[in-house]
T-cell receptor, first 112, second 114 residues
């Protein structure tokens, strides 16, 4: 595997379900990010982790719970979601300094 | 606060023609980096081109080039000889040196017509 991978690629869940999204980066980066991308809306930054420590929480509802066990893995735990949470969830990573972010392919989430 | 503005929600261009996508940003920082990303329909977001703010020379990558105007805080993307595969959402982004946070514009949807 190379770059940034995300699983699953597609997820359909009911409002009472609990599920998790997984992201893994194979680039040796120290920072990892979760974004939400909804139709007709700008990219929304949700969380940032740097060397496993959360450095940014952009007022995300508590039904989204991130976990970063190490610099290569990032999870987003989902519970009691709402239909408006349906979106493409993108994971990204970067190193320090000045380089660009690398994005995963995203998880397309549908909440019924 | 840092902001990035893309004022063109959607654009169209004929195949083989040239198109320019606009981006303006606002920052009080002096050391930063600018990026253009491409997100094709149902495909992964990838970097198109990057520009270091301290460099006066505009970056180029094959058919893609930027017009970086630091004083005006403008960073436009020019696509020459447009191809059908250029159809995508294009995002302008900004990063302050050594900060793990990227600021994105709202995107421009580019449609290349045959």
């Amino acid at each position: 595997e190379t770059g940034v991978t995300q699983t699953p690629r597609h997820l359909v869940m009911g409002m009472t379900n609990k599920k998790s999204l997984k992201c893994e980066q194979h680039l040796g980066h120290n920072a990892m990010y979760w974004y939400k991308q909804s139709a007709k809306k700008p990219l929304e930054l949700m969380f940032v982790y740097n060397f496993k420590e959360q450095t940014e929480n952009n007022s995300v509802p508590s039904r989204f719970s991130p976990e970063c066990p190490n610099s290569s893995h990032l999870f987003l735990h989902l519970h009691t979601l709402q239909p408006e949470d349906s979106a493409l969830y993108l994971c990204a990573s970067s190193d320090g300094g000045y380089n660009e972010q690398f994005f995963g392919p995203g998880t397309r989430l549908t909440v019924l | 606060a840092q902001t990035v503005t893309q004022s063109q929600p959607e654009m169209s261009v004929q195949e083989a023609e040239t198109v320019t996508l606009s981006c303006t940003y606002d920052t009080s920082e002096s050391n930063y980096y600018l990026f253009w990303y491409k997100q094709p329909p149902s495909r992964q977001m990838i970097l198109v081109i990057r520009q270091e703010a301290y460099k006066q020379q505009n970056a180029t990558e094959n058919r893609f080039s930027v017009n970086f105007q630091k004083a005006a805080k403008s960073f436009s993307l020019k696509i020459s000889d447009s191809q059908l595969g250029d159809t995508a959402m294009y995002f302008c982004a900004f990063r302050v040196y050594n900060f793990n946070k990227f600021y994105f514009g709202s995107g421009t949807k580019l449609n290349v017509k045959p």
